[in-house]
């Protein structure tokens, strides 16, 4: 075990993003101790910097009062547009592309306004057996205010043979089985309980040869896989900023339409006065005269102090790199993905792919006894501030992002694990 405790500060030696750690509050446990995150694709950690970049905001609502919007540093008018740079690196996007507007799943209310459009007999939405719940609800909803019923419009693939991937092939094969049918694919980037990670380009060829229309739901992809959203071809994407991207608790979402749409005149939206084109959105026309991209989608003005913790996450992003954060993340995730393998393979199923392009940061597990021994483990890692999640029926969730996770807390965590294996077998 201190072998792999020496080895582990080693590679966290030669890792070149390790002082990024230090820019992160790492929550306590216990009297000076640290707790060992493994919970930033739930919610991310604050970035220190955070509370100074909030004072300076509340300060400029202090002092500029309503002159903020146009003469704070940035003034609030077009505070978007920094996230949207931002995030165009982190989303293979173009800025006029993005948006940043509201919650996850708000978002992909609106987007299914524009591109959900059943007509004849293709009305069906496709998605996966065991979506988010919330994207199911929102699906099923958007359903059934059509006047449809999921119980038919609904169309699920589930996992082949009580597995818990699904291959892209199997995607394929249905989308050609009943393409004509299906008016929308709603996929997710990395499965949240599996942590697989799909091929988008391939899923929105196979979709729009279907002649569906295609979206993505980003939400345990962005900050944690690099992603090429524009040459995916998908119709739209969403996703939220409070799981790898560290914006805060509820943090504002963001959104992506694809430029082919930008324009398009014939696609119904849900419209408010911050999605008319800035020259005369001040002029409070009566006729909508949209933004150009994806900003013709944003309903309200800016919540600015929402958006603060974002921006400076993402800054931290920005330097970091998303390349050489990708790099780190595939080393230190292969490294936990090949010691539990071979030293508690006996003890834990690891579900997430063992290719790392199939997979970001997060590993799911299962621990081979069944769910009561998998609650036991869990809270035995709790007990010692190794904080993984746990997601309904039987999966522990960890994952060590590489922007303040270390080699270290990932041999902790093995550590950890090999204790609680000893006395397990040692009751049974
Ligand atoms: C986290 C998550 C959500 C949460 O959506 P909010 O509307 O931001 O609360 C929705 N869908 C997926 C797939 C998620 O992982």
């Known amino acids: 075990m201190n072998e792999l405790l020496e080895t582990a500060r080693k590679l966290d030696g030669e890792d070149e993003l390790r002082h990024f750690r230090d820019k992160f509050w790492i929550p306590p446990h216990g009297n000076g101790a640290s707790q060992m995150y493994f919970c930033g694709h739930s919610l991310g950690l604050q970035p220190k910097v955070v509370e100074s970049a909030m004072q300076e905001e509340l300060r400029a609502w202090r002092e500029l009062g309503v002159s903020g919007h146009f003469s704070g540093?940035?003034?609030?008018?077009?505070?978007?547009?920094?996230?949207?740079?931002?995030?165009?690196?982190?989303?293979?996007?173009?800025?006029?592309?993005?948006?940043?507007?509201?919650?996850?799943?708000?978002?992909?209310?609106?987007?299914?306004?524009?591109?959900?459009?059943?007509e004849g007999r293709r009305r069906k939405i496709l998605i996966e057996q065991h979506a988010f719940?919330?994207?199911?609800?929102?699906?099923?909803?958007?359903?059934?205010?059509?006047?449809?019923?999921?119980?038919?419009?609904?169309?699920?693939?589930?996992?082949?043979?009580?597995?818990?991937?699904?291959e892209e092939s199997r995607i394929e094969s249905i989308l050609?089985?009943?393409?004509?049918?299906?008016?929308?694919?709603?996929?997710?980037?990395?499965?949240?309980?599996?942590?697989?990670?799909?091929?988008?380009?391939?899923?929105?060829?196979?979709?729009?040869?279907?002649?569906?229309?295609?979206?993505?739901?980003?939400?345990?992809?962005?900050?944690?896989?690099?992603?090429?959203?524009?040459?995916?071809?998908?119709?739209?994407?969403?996703?939220?900023?409070?799981?790898?991207?560290?914006?805060?608790?509820?943090?504002?979402?963001?959104?992506?339409?694809?430029?082919?749409?930008?324009?398009?005149?014939?696609?119904?939206?849900?419209?408010?006065?911050?999605?008319?084109?800035?020259?005369?959105?001040?002029?409070?026309?009566p006729e909508f005269a949209a933004a150009p991209g994806a900003e013709a989608w944003v309903l309200s003005n800016p919540p600015i102090l929402a958006m603060t913790p974002l921006r400076?996450?993402?800054?931290?992003f920005h330097e970091a790199g998303m390349n050489r954060l990708r790099r780190k993340s595939r080393a230190m995730t292969a490294w936990l993905f090949d010691h539990i393998a071979a030293e508690l393979g006996g003890l834990l199923e690891i579900i997430t792919p063992s290719d790392p392009d199939r997979r970001g940061c997060?590993?799911?597990?299962?621990?081979?006894?069944?769910?009561?021994?998998?609650?036991?483990?869990?809270l035995h890692l709790e007990d010692r501030g190794i904080i993984t999640d746990w997601r309904e029926p039987d999966v522990i969730r960890i994952a060590p992002v590489p922007l303040y996770n270390r080699f270290e807390d990932c041999a902790l965590l093995l550590g950890c694990v090999h204790d609680w294996a000893a006395g397990f077998r040692g009751a049974a």
């Open 176 to 285: 050609q089985r009943h393409g004509e049918e299906i008016a929308l694919v709603l996929w997710p980037g990395v499965q949240y309980a599996s942590g697989q990670a799909f091929d988008l380009s391939r899923i929105a060829a196979a979709g729009h040869a279907a002649g569906a229309r295609v979206g993505f739901d980003l939400a345990h992809s962005i900050g944690n896989m690099p992603l090429a959203l524009h040459d995916s071809g998908c119709d739209f994407a969403a996703w939220c900023h409070y799981k790898y991207l560290n914006g805060g608790p509820g943090a504002v979402a963001g959104c992506f339409v694809h430029e082919r749409h930008s324009r398009d005149e014939s696609l119904p939206r849900f419209e408010g006065w911050w999605g008319n084109d800035l020259k005369s959105r001040f002029r409070m026309d």
């Open 133 to 166: 719940s919330s994207d199911r609800y929102a699906v099923e909803s958007q359903l059934r205010y059509h006047g449809y019923n999921p119980a038919e419009c609904l169309l699920q693939i589930e996992p082949e043979s009580g597995g818990r991937i699904i």
């Open 312 to 316: 400076s996450s993402l800054e931290l």
């Open 362 to 378: 997060q590993l799911s597990l299962c621990v081979r006894e069944g769910r009561e021994a998998g609650r036991r483990l869990f």
């Open 73 to 118: 540093s940035p003034a609030w008018i077009d505070y978007s547009d920094r996230l949207k740079e931002l995030l165009a690196g982190l989303t293979g996007a173009k800025p006029v592309d993005l948006a940043v507007m509201n919650t996850l799943t708000v978002n992909l209310h609106l987007m299914m306004v524009s591109f959900y459009r059943p």
